[in-house]
């Protein structure tokens, strides 16, 4: 993973709430093996509608998502995550997150940036009346700043550390690799398991 | 307070008790699996099983070859074919369903994976096949590339859906970092009003707390009402947990519990049988162990439920009416819900049981099972489903399809106007040919009425199979006792 510390760019207000991975990436784009080109899947079937807020030229090269709550919520999908990256969005703004859809972002080093309500209210529409204006989201510290807005954000350490070192999962993990060991050696004997 | 009596590892957390004192089943589970903890860093959890699929698993692999890593346990990693599988006859004619399916065939030979390909006679959905064939035992941690990966925890074992990054990290370490969730207790107390099933249970609590209920939370079902459910029926349950946000759901394992995997081809027998079961019986939650959230429903009030919009908790009981968005006092939820009716092509307060149907599916991994397609099947004896509605049973896995036909009930399918299709997860995403056209209205067994999720503009409504069936009949919503008579058409 990329390492990430700050963001900042113009963005794109999608004021609805619980936003599902379905919608995010229909499902007809999950048959490919591929981790690229899920851009062009991004929100495909709301993409038909003109007024839909990607296809408003004021909103073109957002680099912020901005939502409001539940966002990501439904099938376990990474595709939604790639779909967004693909696509140019580099953070998505929301009051709340689908768990599985959290912790995807945080692997691949889109933002998740959860706010108060009030925030992300502000942040809204401060973003729709002013297309041009700057989201900036600081990983370092936590924040976002947008106009006269200026707030933090929650992000464990652990999570915030991986994203500004853009450090490997699996290779933290295996730092561990004797404990793992140890641990299986511990296992009982009458636990399933299943040969090729 | 009965400690665990050792297995799966050793207790290594200080394990962290409620202002009761005790431990609840899901403190008991993660602590037996924590590898290590301390730091800034996550409990490690050790997995002890690990099912892949075709659809969230190949970038996964892709990982592994391009970082020079292997599969840790393969031993512990089962694989089927399951989202892309037509059901109709053996040939994928979509080159890009096919593909992926030859692709999940390949890893598994090159990582010495066991798969349930299609056609193999323990093919089916993942979340049906991981029971069934005793692989899904009590106190164990089980993940998924999948959502419904709740549905596991059924049998008090810890189970979460996980994304495709995971999925790789699991292979490669047999292991995932995790932060630990709260424990929410969701309390279902009564005898339930004939017709009523575990779906409506669900559909009722995703509809009490909402969408987001559960976040951060894995929830233990409670209640004389859920430990009289069966073990299809608390699969059910835990499985639709997600569709409230939670981490995951867990029912206490019981005699139930014990008496389903007793026998199953990968369940421990002789005395490992007894070493197993001396641990589960240590694994329900203490007297005196406390909830950091809890929800109460009375069984005797809940009605079969209906959802009406593009969410799981936008649902009403089938005696009620589709709301009137004016009526939301909360503005989001007003939006929300004005645009679901726009998306449903629903008029507000007009009754659910005048809203007719095109489409009945009675399938997925919420309910395909053979208790699902015997209390279908016991609604349509005798009956027939409405001419223009078009009606198919997917059962979830080939062993419930053989059994269920060893039964006779595809006869009775066939007979009342069903299709009887091969097993997969067909309709309930429409990543096979089974989807709705734009406009058609389904009412389906499955578990996410999302725009969109049966097929591009196809309409949605969550019921149970008792629903469905009766609903296939009227051609419109209806229970098994607003029917007439059974062979009195």
Known sequence: MRPVAVVS????????????????????????????????????????????????????GATVLVAASNFGTGS??????????????????????????????????????????????????????????????????????????????????????????GWDDIGLTLRHADDITAFEGERAA??????S | MTEPAGPPGTDRTSARRGAGGGRTLFDKVWDAHVVRSGGDEPDLLYIDLHLVHEVTSPQAFDGLRLGGRGVRRPDLTVATADHNVPTTGDVVTDPVSRRQLEVLDANCA??????????????????VIGPELGLTQPGMTVVCGDSHTSTHGAFGALAVGIGTSEV????????????RPSSMAVTIEGTPPEGVTAKDYALSVIGRIGTGGGFGHVVE???DAVRALSMEGRMTLCNMTIEAGARA??????????????????????????????????????????????????????????????????VVPIDGVVPDPDEFADAAARDAAARALAYMGLVARTPVREIAVDTVFLGSCTNSRLEDLRLAAGVLEGRHVRDGVRALVVPGSHRVKAQAEAEGLDKVFLAAGFEWRQPGCSMCLGMNPDQLAPGERCASTSNRNFEGRQGRGGRTHLVSPAVAAATAVAGHFATPADLPEQGAR
Not at chain 1, 86 to 110: H, M, P, W
Not at chain 2, 260 to 269: D, I, K, L
Not at chain 2, 270 to 297: I, Q, Y
């Open chain 1, 190 to 195: 009458w636990l399933p398991s299943v040969s």
């Open chain 1, 76 to 165: 376990s999908r990474e595709h939604a995550v790639w779909a967004l990256l693909d696509y140019g969005f580099e953070a998505v703004v929301a009051t709340s997150f689908g768990d599985i859809f959290r912790n995807n972002c945080t692997k691949q080093g889109l933002i998740p940036v959860q706010v108060s309500p009030d925030v992300d209210r502000a942040v809204l529409d401060a973003v729709a009346s002013d297309p041009t204006l700057l989201v900036t989201i600081d990983v370092e510290r936590s924040t976002i700043e947008c106009g006269d807005v200026l707030a933090t954000f929650s992000l464990d350490e652990f999570t915030r550390q991986r994203l500004l070192n």
């Open chain 2, 221 to 223: 079902y409670r209640g």
């Open chain 2, 168 to 179: 790789e990290h699991v292979l490669a370490t047999q292991t995932l970092p995790q932060v």
């Open chain 2, 110 to 127: 090159e990582f010495g994976i066991r798969c349930f390909p299609m056609g193999d006679a323990n093919q089916g959905i993942v979340h």
């Open chain 1, 9 to 60: 760019g113009r963005a794109a207000p999608l004021d609805r709430s619980d936003v599902d991975t379905d919608q995010i990436i229909p499902s007809e784009w999950l048959k490919r093996v591929e981790r690229t080109g899920f851009g062009k899947g991004l929100f495909a079937e709301w993409r038909d509608d003109r007024s839909f807020v990607l296809n408003d030229p004021a909103h073109a």
């Open chain 2, 249 to 314: 759901g867990m029912v206490a394992p019981d005699d139930t519990t014990f008496a389903y995997v007793e026998g199953r081809a990968y369940a421990p027998s002789g005395a490992a049988w007894d070493e197993a079961l001396d641990w589960w019986r240590t694994l329900p939650t203490d007297d005196g162990a406390s909830f950091f959230k809890e929800v109460h429903l009375d069984a005797p009030a809940i009605a079969p439920h209906v959802t009406w919009g593009t969410n799981p908790a936008q």
